[in-house]
């Protein structure tokens, strides 16, 4: 598949069918996300996939029963956990080194889409699930203190195809040379 028709075809996906994934699927997701770029390639990252469906239910509970996202948590076949390793990314002999402090947020949303991507151009669905009770969650997954729970992704097959989500134009958002320049 051509990488720009995966770039239009990732959606969020709420709705799983139970089919177990292939494993040589679910390793060339994996591999995605494993390529990633990072700060300084520090890969302060960890991922937990989750397919007990009693540790899935434990988890479901630490996002609001609102979130549209919230039964995907038990459907998906798999729950992939991503986790952060904090005082890394951003850091140079222990002392923060950029403006930004500590960049483990920016370098798991890119590597995170990356296994977005991946997993679209394998047919798979997922959706980022990131309003969540952290502290719960690294409770329950069991995590070290220097560790931490950025967001959940179910990942699956979609029950159906989700609804193209329409997008600002690049006119509402580009700007030349200079802020409000078009």
Not at 51 to 79: C, F, G, H, W
């Amino acid at each position: 598949m051509d990488f720009y028709e995966v770039v239009r075809k990732r959606q969020s996906v709420r709705v799983y069918r139970s089919d177990p994934i292939p494993e040589d699927v679910l390793n060339r997701v994996l591999e995605a996300f494993r390529l990633s770029p990072s700060w300084a390639n520090t890969q302060a990252w960890e991922l937990i996939l989750v397919k007990d469906p009693e540790i899935k239910a434990q988890l479901q509970k630490t996002v609001s029963d609102r979130n549209p996202s919230y039964a995907a948590m038990v459907d998906a076949p798999i729950i992939v956990c991503a986790i952060g390793i904090t005082g890394r990314s951003g850091f140079y002999k222990g002392q923060v080194s950029t403006g930004r402090g500590d960049w483990v947020m920016f370098d798991l949303g890119i590597a995170t889409e990356h296994l977005a991507l991946a997993a679209a151009a394998e047919g798979l669905g997922t959706v980022h699930i990131g309003y969540i009770n952290y502290e719960k969650a690294a409770e329950i997954l069991e995590l070290p203190k220097d560790r931490t729970v950025i967001e959940f992704i179910p990942i699956g097959y979609p029950a159906f195809a989700p609804n193209v989500v329409p997008r600002k134009s690049l006119s509402d958002f580009i700007f030349t040379d200079k802020y409000g320049k078009k």
